[in-house]
């Protein structure tokens, strides 16, 4: 290849495309996940919004470009060849990262990535530089690094962590306990005031202390320096007054245009601040090229040129405006990840989507054990106020009903876009590039603290999803130095093979993950998937859960027979399957007894006798699952561990037992799928004929044991196969002469005034 570092500017260029592809899928969720969970507005107004701030943000982020440039390492220090392998080297590894965790559904830092890329890989390419030297050590480590402003970088965005969830939570505080949950009353009194706060905040922070991180600032600064109290006391007249005239007019609270407004806010500021991490290599990339090009293609020539400053070109940041808006509006990895901060900030109960760790529990632990010795030092008088204030209206949903309701009010939604926009605002004023993601994310798990949210049902859960998403974001910053450091060093090691083969090994892995996250985002209803009560009447109750009776029967038959079979075979295979369905059946009997409370709740007052029945239901099909788990265990750990086959006898005998079994729970799958409550009591008759069939087997096992028998290990498998069948059979009896009762117990007042 006669020019190499051609074929690199166009590669980083094409990378630089996906890069923003990923990368938006990640971090643009960030500004819409506010408006998305109150469902303020209708989703394409939100997408609209968010588009126009996307294009003007991108206009005004042409200062931070340099942060690619000299931000991280000294470029004077760099000879042309090295600076391309280290860009080559953060396009490719910052890719990967981006789209593994969004594949994951989980929210990290493009800022965080990028800046670690590029430290990662400049420390690699600097050490190898130094070994090459005679006369350095790794002493002069410091001389190609720009250690101030990393270290500046990278304790501005911890410490934005702890500013933005501080912040976060002291505004949502302060918010709730004005309006409380019962907005609409205090809406009317103080919503114009509160609009007028909201709004000049954000355009003040966001329009004016952004414009400082542009080059159009120069134009407007002889204006706007030395004016700020006046222009931010006429923004909060001019403000509060269109406050008051919205609500009059529309008859609509003002809380939409601060959303409205807020979105576009926190796109504008989130392009602004974010741009650079895609973009900015690659025009780094281009700028150095172009100094290569006129220096007479000299390799070797130092890098200083990117010490310069140079305006960013107004039609790429167009361009990657435009690719950011497209794929804002397609990419479906960006949902995934808007559920996981949307789940964790929901004001009610829902199905919780990480589990509780030792960490999680310790810490809500201690929250609740310090909030208690503070609580002394409050009065009851004050205390009992704003509690007061925290009260949440009466209204029970399921945890599937939640999901289509709002996640949060939208108050908190207000504080969530007016306190992320200003800290990001402020930030990019600065020139520093903070991560939007760990803003945005930390202001709403701060305000979701202040609301309450995470109450003593949900709190474990949400922590330990909180913990979750933060030791990624460390994962995040330890792979990016890693894997740069490593895929520089291949490319410095021989780029005419290396390059093409990670080339190669970027696509095949984004195909990969893009298959992988459609696979998983297809929701695939099973048929046989069980479904949660949601009628009142005891003759819903009744017809609704035979729905769930016959799956439940369909799906024991399939599970004992797999595991009847599989042992008699010895195929893995299906004792590996009997064991997973069993895991699936338990899992949603659990889901619906979940829902117990919620059921309970919305029963009329005449029809409590319901809640009996189902709770009666659902704790035989738990009986029957338990039975089913211990057969599948025992007989996938007894082949798994090779024991001796089960005799031909005892084979023959359980297939016995199987067949009457298939006959029984065919005969019931029937009855209760055509609703043909009359066949329940022959069904029931059936069960002395099987019960007597496994006592026997019990019995002639015992004869065995004493005579012939030789294998404790079968024994003991027989035994727990024959004992946990009869628990099975008894279960399944239970609840057929339950759901016969309740039948005949909810039709005797009908047939008695028939024949009146």
Excluded: C
């Excluded at 950011?324 to 919780?352: C, N, P």
């Amino acid at each position: 290849m006669d020019n190499i570092y051609l074929f690199m500017l166009i590669a980083i260029t094409v990378l630089a495309v996906f890069d923003i592809i990923v990368g938006v899928s990640n971090d643009a969720i960030n500004f819409l996940n506010s408006a998305i969970g109150s469902k303020a507005l209708p989703m394409r107004t939100i997408m609209i919004v968010a588009s126009l701030g996307i294009f003007v943000g991108a206009v005004f982020s042409s200062g931070m470009m340099e942060v690619a440039r000299k931000g991280i390492f000294i470029p004077a220090q760099f000879e042309f060849g090295e600076i391309m392998l280290i860009f080559m080297a953060v396009m490719i590894t910052d890719i990967l990262l981006l789209d593994f965790f969004n594949t994951l559904g989980l929210p990290t830092s493009t800022t965080v990535s990028i800046v670690f890329n590029l430290l990662g890989a400049a420390v690699v390419m600097s050490l190898i530089k130094i070994s090459a030297s005679d006369s350095q050590t790794f002493a002069d480590l410091g001389s190609y690094i720009n250690t101030k402003k990393a270290t500046e970088i990278i304790s501005g965005i911890l410490l934005s962590v702890v500013i933005a969830f501080t912040v976060g939570a002291v505004v949502q505080w302060v918010s709730r306990a004005i309006f409380t949950f019962n907005t609409e009353k205090k809406i009317k009194n103080f919503g114009a005031i509160f609009g007028g706060i909201a709004l000049t905040a954000i355009t003040y922070f966001i329009f004016l202390k952004g414009l400082k991180g542009t080059p159009y600032y120069s134009d407007l600064k002889d204006m706007l320096e030395g004016n700020e109290i006046l222009i931010i006391l006429g923004s909060f007249v001019f403000w509060t007054m269109f406050s008051f005239v919205f609500e009059r007019l529309s008859k609509k609270t003002v809380l939409l245009v601060v959303i409205a407004v807020g979105t576009f806010g926190l796109a504008l500021a989130f392009s602004g601040n974010d741009l650079v991490n895609f973009i900015g290599v690659p025009m780094a990339a281009y700028h150095s090229y172009e100094a290569f090009a006129a220096s007479g293609m000299d390799i070797g020539m130092s890098m200083e040129v990117l010490d310069k400053k140079v305006p960013a070109e107004p039609y790429l940041l167009f361009i990657a405006g435009a690719i950011m808006v497209f794929t804002l509006w397609l990419s479906k990895k960006a949902r995934t990840v808007a559920e996981t901060e949307i789940g964790l900030s929901r004001q009610t109960d829902t199905h919780e989507k990480f589990e509780p760790n030792a960490i999680s529990r310790a810490v809500v632990k201690g929250s609740s054990q310090l909030a208690n010795y503070f609580s002394v030092l409050v009065p009851n008088s004050i205390a009992d106020k704003i509690n007061k204030s925290f009260e949440k209206p009466r209204f029970v949903m399921t945890k599937d009903q939640s999901i289509d309701a709002p996640a949060f009010d939208m108050i908190r939604a207000s504080v969530n876009l007016m306190v992320a926009g200003i800290l990001i605002a402020i930030a990019t004023s600065m020139k520093l590039p903070l991560s939007t993601t760990y803003v945005t994310f930390m202001v709403a798990m701060g305000t979701s603290l202040a609301d309450r949210a995470w109450g003593r049902e949900s709190a474990v859960y949400r922590v330990a999803g909180v913990l979750n998403v933060i030791a990624g974001w460390f994962g995040t910053a330890l792979g990016a130095f890693v894997a740069a450091g490593f895929v520089v060093f291949l490319i410095n090691w021989n780029s005419m093979v290396m390059i093409p083969i990670l080339l190669l090994l970027t696509a095949i892995l984004l195909y990969r993950n893009y298959r992988t996250h459609r696979m998983k985002s297809v929701k695939v209803v099973d048929e046989d998937s069980l479904t949660t009560a949601e009628i009142s009447s005891v003759q819903g109750v009744i017809h609704e859960s035979a729905k769930n009776i016959a799956k439940v029967v369909k799906r024991t038959n399939r599970i004992y027979s797999n595991a009847i079979v599989g042992l008699a075979k010895q195929e893995m295979p299906l004792l590996v399957k009997s064991k997973n369905l069993v895991v699936k059946l338990t899992t949603e009997i659990d889901k619906l007894r979940d829902n117990i409370f919620y059921f309970i709740k919305n029963l009329d007052e005449s029809s409590i006798e319901a809640s009996n029945f189902y709770i009666n239901i659902l704790g035989y099909l738990q009986d029957m699952a338990q039975s089913l788990e211990l057969i599948a265990k025992v007989t996938h750990k007894h082949v798994n561990n090779n024991h001796k086959k089960l005799k031909f006898t005892q084979i023959k005998e359980l297939k016995e037992i199987d067949d009457k079994f298939e006959i029984l729970f065919a005969d019931t799958e029937n009855a209760f799928k055509s609703r043909s409550f009359e066949q329940i009591g022959a069904i029931i008759d059936e069960k002395k004929e099987v019960y007597d069939l496994v006592k026997d087997k019990i019995m002639e096992q015992v004869m065995r044991t004493r005579s012939e028998e030789s294998s404790p290990k079968n024994t003991t498998l027989y035994f727990s196969i024959l004992l946990e069948t009869k628990d099975l059979m008894n279960a399944t009896m239970n609840l057929l002469e339950e759901y016969h009762s309740a039948h005949d117990r909810s039709v005797e007042p009908a047939t008695i005034s028939d024949e009146d």
